[in-house]
């Protein structure tokens, strides 16, 4: 079992920055990339960005030059460095960890998510 802990959201001005972390715990070494989804109301959930054990990343288009994740010292810390906020990033942020980057599967395990609202 893998555990997947949330945090550092919150409610910014645009323009702003924040960053979330994940925290997983348990079985860690059953997983192979951890991903950040999104989902605002209405919508669809959506990636944000994909980072693999070993290093590869993957973002979606609009948060690339804007958004960084990465995994510091800690090996199951996984950041994501929010810059330049904009109205449209307000969402659920969630958490995802499983064996592919950038594609859900049924062997993935999600937290519970952290809100994010920017305001204009």
């Known amino acids: 079992q893998v555990h997947l802990a949330e945090s550092g959201g919150g409610e910014v001005e645009a323009g702003g920055s924040l960053t979330l972390s994940c925290v997983i715990s348990g079985n860690i070494l059953s997983i192979n990339a951890v991903n950040w989804y999104r989902q605002a109301p209405g919508k669809e959930r959506e990636l944000v960005a994909g980072?693999?054990?070993?290093?590869?990343?993957n973002y979606a288009d609009g948060v690339q030059d804007r958004f960084t994740i990465s995994r510091p010292n800690a090996q199951n810390t996984v950041l994501l460095q929010m810059t330049d906020l904009k109205p449209e990033d307000t969402a659920v942020y969630l958490c995802?960890?499983?064996?592919?980057?950038?594609?859900?599967?049924?062997?993935?395990?999600w937290g519970q998510g952290t809100q994010v609202t920017v305001s204009s």
């Open positions: 995802n960890a499983g064996p592919l980057i950038a594609t859900t599967t049924p062997y993935d395990y």
């Open positions: 980072l693999t054990r070993g290093g590869s990343t």
